[in-house]
């Protein structure tokens, strides 16, 4: 998959209080969102962190942001451990609905010194079973639709959903097809049949219809934008090295549920045997540094001042439990 993953926290802390401070805010703003059942679940931990050092003069007004996981219906996020270094302020927001982010400030990092923070999550990811019975979901009304869901109907970068080849084509796909499940399900179908898989540079939905190539990537965001110009809401999951969409319908009691698909990869539609860590769930996001430029993905961030630009290395990877 064609992104740098430099995905985990930044935490420095200068006392045991802020660290317990930390913690509190890492359990706020989860989302309130409604999926359908669960089955196996795997705990994974994974230490993530950043290093950052002033090895050309010493830096001022350093800001990091990076994107870390958060609890969603199939996933539940705890700390278990810090390593921390001092010089430094945190905290966390909920960016859009869609990602966790962390911002991180160092004042100042004098010459020579480095300022090191590990973080240990234990993730607890499940995997997402299909309903037994589908005859009872539908395409949701527009005026009913909760209101922070309705961004997932509109285009996003390189998710050209309003385009009218891609409308056309939607059209062509649901219009014989009975039954709303079935719909998005024929318009899976199709998108896995016409595409492909070919790993390149991303290029999003139309090129992919035109090419008939592409990868995760290209495959999620052409069901989605086909989706979207049908009317049902659809995003992007990221994990971690993967991508895959969900779609949004209502069942009878009018109740609003996500349902996983794989668009690349061994067919699995409505649910989901993935235990990567969900990392964001969305695809045109506005990060706190730059909220007039909508991302794909939160992109990992790091600002300052000084005689020359702090060295950075950012930490991912699973550890032992």
């Known amino acids: 998959m064609k992104r740098l993953y430099c995905i985990f926290a930044v935490v420095v802390l200068q006392s045991i209080l802020c660290a317990d401070m930390a913690r509190a805010q890492f359990r706020q703003e989860t989302p309130q969102e409604t999926t359908t059942s669960h089955g196996e679940s795997q705990t994974q931990r994974w230490q993530a962190g950043i290093v950052v050092r002033a090895s050309g003069g010493g830096c001022r007004g350093i800001v990091g942001y990076t994107t870390i996981p958060t609890d969603w219906p199939e996933q539940t996020v705890r700390i278990v451990e810090e390593e921390i270094s001092p010089r430094a302020r ?12 962390m911002m991180v400030r160092i004042p100042m990092l004098p010459s020579g010194e480095t300022a090191q923070v590990l973080v240990t999550l234990e993730i607890e990811r499940r995997a997402v079973l299909p309903p037994t019975d589908t005859s009872g ?45 079935a719909k998005v399900e024929a318009i899976y179908d199709w998108v896995r049949a016409n595409v492909t898989y070919k790993n ?77 860590p969900t990392l964001q769930k969305g695809d045109n996001v506005r990060p706190t540094y730059n909220r007039y430029k909508p991302q794909r993905y939160l992109a990992d961030h790091l600002t300052g001042q000084g005689s020359s630009r702090p060295s950075v290395q950012f930490i991912r990877k699973q550890v032992q439990q």
Request: glycine fraction near 10%; charged fraction near 25%; charge should be neutral.
């Open 137 to 181: 979901f539908r395409i949701p009304e527009l005026a009913k639709i909760d209101p922070m869901f309705r961004k997932f109907l509109a285009p996003s970068p390189l998710i050209e959903s309003t385009d009218r080849s891609i409308r056309n084509l939607a059209r062509e796909i649901v219009t014989p097809v009975e039954g709303d499940w």
């Open 200 to 276: 390149g540079r991303i290029k999003g939905a139309l090129a992919a219809l035109r090419d008939g190539t592409g990868d995760c990537e290209e495959l999620t965001s052409l069901f989605i934008a086909l989706c979207r110009c049908s009317g049902i809401p659809a995003r992007t999951v990221w994990v971690d090295g993967h991508c895959y969409p969900e779609f949004y319908l209502v069942d009878a009691a009018g109740a609003g549920h996500w349902f996983p698909c794989q668009a690349a990869g061994t067919r699995a539609f409505g649910g989901i045997p993935e235990f990567r």
């Open 90 to 101: 945190v905290s966390y927001k909920m960016v859009d609905g869609m990602a966790k982010q």
